[in-house]
């Protein structure tokens, strides 16, 4: 028989949902606004006519963009870039937490490896060794260099080896007793139990290699191989006219900066708007239980 709640706790369920409910209202509208600023023409988003709906309804700004091909390059290499970077990041740290999660009798280096992967959050070499050591390797210009030296964040190492430091001990004894080795336990045990702490890290992976421009802009000798982000900090916000062409003079008159900007940042941002919603029901069980230990 369950009790009914009492009026104090109904009280306090309706102030806990109405404010979160003003809360994600708070976050929704920005993103609204910029969607409505994309379809406006570019006089009225220029006077601050617009607000959360469209004035003059138009797609110039999206015609204007799809027909760059610059931009749906630059988009085809963050799709490479999040790909590859989301896989390699996602298998090494889970080849690196497992161990580092076994127990010293296990694994007698296990702590001097946890403070040499700690060690390198706290003390960092720098921006001029990073960008000579990948030029030295010869990555610069090429999609590895987007891709390989940010691929094992020791922030995902921590969370994924405290999770897996949660599961059951008798999980790894009855394999090794089937007679299982340390890559059998890992793939076949380990990895299935560990979705929600994989999810959350596979979605911090995919937004900071969606999100990162920086290393673009440095890393990448020719535009073409920008991607999409370094491409937007370029156009968009340093004001590079080497792409824009003779032919999009008249669709130009129909936008504005602000109608373009809105348009390629909705464009830049959707992607990660479609993943986040299949990956959201494990993102708070993977922080929750990969961030303490037992």
Same mark, same amino acid.
């Given at each position: 028989?369950? +009790?009914?709640?009492? !009026?104090?706790?109904?009280?306090? /369920?309706?102030?806990?949902?109405? @404010?979160?409910?003003?809360? +994600?209202?708070?976050?929704?509208?920005?993103?609204?606004?910029?969607?409505? $600023?994309? @379809?406006?023409?570019?006089?009225?988003?220029?006077?601050?006519?617009? +607000?959360?709906?469209?004035?003059? @309804?138009? #797609?110039?700004?999206?015609?204007?963009?799809?027909?760059?091909?610059?931009?749906?390059?630059?988009?085809?290499?963050?799709?490479?870039?999040?790909?590859?970077? #989301?896989?390699?990041?996602?298998? %090494?740290?889970?080849?690196?937490?497992?161990?580092?999660?076994?127990?010293?009798?296990?694994?007698?280096?296990?702590?001097?490896?946890?403070?040499?992967?700690?060690?390198?959050?706290?003390?960092?070499?720098?921006?001029?060794?990073?960008?000579?050591?990948?030029?030295?390797?010869? %990555?610069?210009?090429?999609?590895?260099? /987007?891709?390989?030296?940010? !691929? =094992? +964040?020791?922030?995902?190492?921590?969370? =994924?080896?405290?999770? &897996?430091?949660?599961?059951?001990?008798? $999980?790894? *004894?009855?394999?090794?007793?089937?007679?299982?080795?340390?890559?059998?336990?890992?793939?076949?045990?380990?990895?299935? $139990?560990?979705?929600?702490?994989?999810?959350?890290?596979?979605?911090?992976?995919?937004?900071?290699?969606?999100?990162?421009?920086?290393?673009?802009?440095?890393?990448?000798?020719?535009?073409?191989? &920008?991607?999409?982000?370094?491409? /937007?900090?370029?156009?968009?916000?340093?004001?590079?006219?080497?792409?824009?062409?003779? *032919?999009?003079? *008249?669709?130009?008159?129909?936008?504005?900066?602000?109608?373009?900007?809105?348009?390629?940042?909705?464009? !830049?941002?959707?992607?990660? %708007?479609?993943?986040?919603? @299949?990956?959201?029901?494990?993102?708070?069980?993977?922080?929750?239980?990969?961030?303490?230990? *037992?």
């Amino acid at each position: 028989m369950t +009790s009914r709640p009492t !009026a104090g706790r109904r009280v306090f /369920l309706a102030v806990n949902y109405a @404010f979160l409910t003003a809360l +994600s209202i708070l976050c929704i509208l920005p993103l609204v606004h910029i969607l409505a $600023l994309s @379809f406006s023409s570019g006089s009225a988003a220029s006077a601050g006519e617009v +607000s959360l709906w469209p004035v003059d @309804f138009n #797609t110039a700004a999206y015609r204007n963009i799809m027909n760059k091909p610059e931009y749906l390059n630059a988009f085809w290499v963050s799709v490479q870039r999040l790909v590859l970077g #989301t896989a390699i990041s996602l298998t %090494l740290t889970v080849v690196t937490a497992y161990p580092l999660s076994k127990e010293p009798r296990a694994f007698q280096w296990r702590t001097l490896y946890t403070w040499f992967f700690v060690f390198t959050i706290l003390f960092g070499g720098g921006l001029i060794p990073w960008y000579m050591t990948i030029k030295s390797l010869g %990555l610069m210009d090429t999609i590895w260099a /987007l891709v390989l030296p940010g !691929a =094992l +964040s020791v922030f995902n190492i921590i969370l =994924l080896l405290n999770f &897996y430091r949660g599961l059951p001990k008798e $999980l790894d *004894e009855s394999a090794r007793i089937d007679g299982a080795g340390h890559f059998r336990t890992l793939w076949n045990i380990y990895v299935p $139990l560990s979705k929600p702490a994989l999810a959350t890290v596979g979605l911090f992976t995919m937004v900071a290699h969606w999100n990162s421009w920086f290393d673009g802009l440095i890393l990448m000798n020719r535009p073409e191989h &920008y991607p999409l982000q370094t491409f /937007l900090q370029t156009i968009v916000i340093m004001k590079d006219t080497r792409f824009i062409r003779s *032919e999009d003079l *008249e669709l130009l008159r129909l936008i504005s900066d602000r109608t373009s900007t809105a348009a390629q940042i909705f464009v !830049a941002s959707f992607p990660i %708007l479609i993943v986040y919603p @299949f990956l959201q029901r494990f993102f708070i069980k993977g922080i929750v239980l990969g961030s303490v230990k *037992e």
